[in-house]
T-cell receptor
Framework: GEDVEQSLFLSVREGDSSVINCTYTDSSSTYLYWYKQEPGAGLQLLTYIFSNMDMKQDQRLTVLLNKKDKHLSLRIADTQTGDSAIYFCAESFYGGSQGNLIFGKGTKLSVKP | EAGVAQSPRYKIIEKRQSVAFWCNPISGHATLYWYQQILGQGPKLLIQFQNNGVVDDSQLPKDRFSAERLKGVDSTLKIQPAKLEDSAVYLC????????????????FGPGTRLTVL
């Protein structure tokens, strides 16, 4: 079955790096995503990685994918107070339901000044 | 470019009442999704439309939930009658699906409608 798991909370100090981890169960997923949700707002796509890649870097964001262990991580360098939000890992499949996203429960990132 | 619009932003009803949510996707986006996000959980897909046809409604509780997308643009999601466990944020998202597999299916989310059932 499809399942995405994340730790629920992470607290860091401003300027430190944050690492948010995610595990997924379905090896047939084609894309893996990181979404950010601020209070009272919808989800904002931060970055995504295709399943045949193992790393993607985008400014302060680094995504690492270990397909063998079905482990995905998001590293935020130089974390700022504006990065405080809930971060969702999601996987999608190309098959019967194109674009169907399966989300984890989200990791709440708190950044202390 | 305007984003995905949803209304109302908040709704409070009593159980057994009916409620409807409206979504206007990004112009030109063929695919529209409705998600339910219960407090403390990630969004769960309820229904996916491609233009005005249903692609996936396997997780839609069809005894009380219905959705339509007339003319392949706006969409409404209805709950009739509502139960306490329907309290959640209902998110609408849209995607163009024109970028194909090279970029994945990027979904753009609206701000959501927060429903409280008393």
């Amino acid at each position: 079955g499809e399942d995405v798991e994340q730790s629920l909370f992470l607290s860091v100090r401003e300027g430190d790096s944050s690492v948010i981890n995610c595990t997924y169960t379905d090896s047939s997923s084609t894309y893996l995503y990181w979404y950010k949700q601020e209070p009272g707002a919808g989800l904002q796509l931060l970055t995504y990685i295709f399943s045949n890649m193992d790393m993607k870097q985008d400014q302060r964001l680094t995504v690492l994918l270990n397909k063998k262990d079905k482990h995905l991580s998001l590293r935020i360098a130089d974390t700022q107070t504006g990065d405080s939000a809930i971060y969702f890992c999601a996987e999608s499949f190309y098959g019967g339901s194109q674009g169907n996203l399966i989300f984890g429960k989200g990791t709440k990132l708190s950044v202390k000044p | 470019e305007a984003g995905v619009a949803q209304s109302p932003r908040y709704k409070i009803i009593e159980k057994r009442q009916s409620v409807a949510f409206w979504c206007n996707p990004i112009s030109g986006h063929a695919t529209l999704y409705w998600y339910q996000q219960i407090l403390g959980q990630g969004p769960k897909l309820l229904i996916q439309f491609q233009n005005n046809g249903v692609v996936d409604d396997s997780q839609l509780p069809k005894d009380r939930f219905s959705a339509e997308r007339l003319k392949g643009v706006d969409s409404t999601l209805k709950i009739q009658p509502a139960k306490l466990e329907d309290s959640a944020v209902y998110l609408c998202a849209s995607s163009s699906q024109t970028s194909g597999r090279a970029r994945g299916d990027e979904q753009f989310f609206g701000p959501g409608t927060r429903l409280t059932v008393l």
